[in-house]
């Protein structure tokens, strides 16, 4: 792959190829139809290289990640019958098997809907959410809708209560606000609910007041409430390829705010300072873990190079590309890109390999476990698709 | 490292060198006095290559292993005051600061002794028992072995009580009767009290019964709660420098049942077929994770050498060929002993690093964090230099 540099416009089109057809001729043909489990419903995403299942158990996350990728699907790029029914396969089985009495959402559930895992944190909700909202504007179905909106007041609920388990050093997260942005963008698509932009107003703040540090340089993942620096492996610690995608969501509301340029140069800051920490130049893509002192990580697998950075670095790249003009995002892109796709696809099933080694070599062969499956790969794919399409009719237009 | 091989007479009196002096002359000199928090009590372990210290909070794993340590060379290697001092200090910490309202321990606190982190397991207490009954002993303090065998007695009250995060699918872990049995024995030493021994032999039947696999060849780290075997994730997963840990400590078991049979029979088994799994034929050093089906696993850190299953793979083949005299075990000591020495050792600044890549290269070169510190590497030196100058004064005799 050495036709995707943006700085060529005759290479737009081949790069939108790459995207579009590696969408809808190898990943989305990876998972679909063999994650649906026609027998007890929702989705099967725990599969080997060549698709072959793994474990039962469901993860809760990818049952609303998958969904809310169909019913997006449906909504940007056709109204495919078999998207939609797909879409609601997994809605279906979230709404009977995967609410706890309590309200909340369980993490990871037996292949009949039996709860095997909870955990504290509200993400199974976030999924859910998004789903619902993406479902509910596809269908044309209200309650669906409706709930996406009531579950989201929720989670805001969970969000504002005290935490127990933190009276000695009470800290806080990245991806709370990440999440919660992304979320509020999403419902705000399917119901123009103007809380949705409150909540991104308010989550943009915080990341850039209490987590955007220039002493470092960096964008922290875990600081004290007022955005306190902790002096610990905890507080020291940063994921590139995670600020990498809380800079893109916020470029995105920029984008989406009429290329707003404080927006604007927050986002392309956050991915400034996190290429510059992410990007290994030894062995080039990008360091899961690095520590704000470089001082060493406590997670022995920090220099692992996983599939999910590179996707959100090559939207990032492109994102801040557009929204600038700098031929230096172009060069990222170009690099992240070509990084990737020389690393993580697999020539033979199809999908990417989720898990390399620091030099580039496969770890784990499997496509899919409770944390991958159909989301990161496919967002990108979709997600830089349809920019790219959309610069190439306002090009086509001046 | 060539003069290792436990088949040549000659060769032990250098081998006992490399444990010894590594143990005195090594390893303790990178812990003492620099661990040793002079201001609050307990040791800081989470230091870097140099010594540095990367965070100040405090492992309570590492308080009681560290006192156990301590102790247990006081009263086997020579009754060093500094050494009792020392355990003391660590003692002290535990019991000042390490244990809740409710009598349950904490995981982490800070330096100054405030709780940050309390996990549903009891490791916390295990240790502390062992720390308490060693330090007992060493220090002719009964108060001390009391508190050892309370506190082991409550653990297993907590081991008995049902668990309630499993009714969809109850499960259990090897962990749990591997440490009561090491704890047994520790507790056993100090205190002589005949529920060691009986504890220890439910442990070692129902790690025969419900773990060891024979359609595997291998002993499971999951199963169901009458041993069954579950075809998940968690329920194939093996982890060989585990179980050959449980296996030397059945060894250990034999030889102060005066070479039990069933017990070399039971513990070999162990040892044989999970260094067959665990070696790693391409780059040498022992796997992290396998699968007992041989699919891929979920962890995408698998393939990593860990500095303790070296430990644990070194003690484990030389007390098979104390015990057994089989020449196989000799190879494979050497074959693991010269892996890890050409390896793991840090040549500048003493110690060992803790995580290497399959390949044998270092990912991150801190010498403790919440994990790791002084314990499974001077344990090791210890043992073998225990173990091998007692072979050498028998073959003395004979």
Redesign the interface.
Known sequence: MTTNTLLNPNHVVPLIRVYRDGLLHDTLPFWLPRAIDQEHGGYLT?L??DG?V??T?KSVWFQGRFAWLLATLYNTVERRPEWLAASKHGIDFINRHCFDQDGRMFFLV?REG????KRRYSFSEMFAIVALAAYGQAAGDKSAKQQALDLFRRVLKYQAEPKTNST??PMKGLVMPMILTVTAQEVRKATQEPLCTEVIDRCVVEIERDFLKSEFKCLLETVGPNGEFM???DGRTMIPGHAIEAGWFILEEARLRNNDPHLIRLGTTIIDWMMDWGWDREHGGILYYRDAKC??????????K?WWPHNEAIIGTLLAYQLTGEPKYACWHQMVHDWAYAHFPDPLHGEWF??L??DGTV????KG??WKGPFHLPRMQWYCWQRLEEQMKASAKT
Chains 1, 2 share one sequence.
């Not at 001082?295 to 692992?304: A, I, K, N, R, S």
């Not at 770890?363 to 499997?366: A, D, H, I, K, Q």
């Open positions: 725990a080997g290289e072959t793994l474990q158990d037996t039996q709860p095997l895992r000695t050093r002096d610990t492996f001082l060493p990580c406590t997670e022995y697998w920090h220099d692992m996983f989720g898990y080694h620091r770890s784990t062969r499997l476990n409770v």
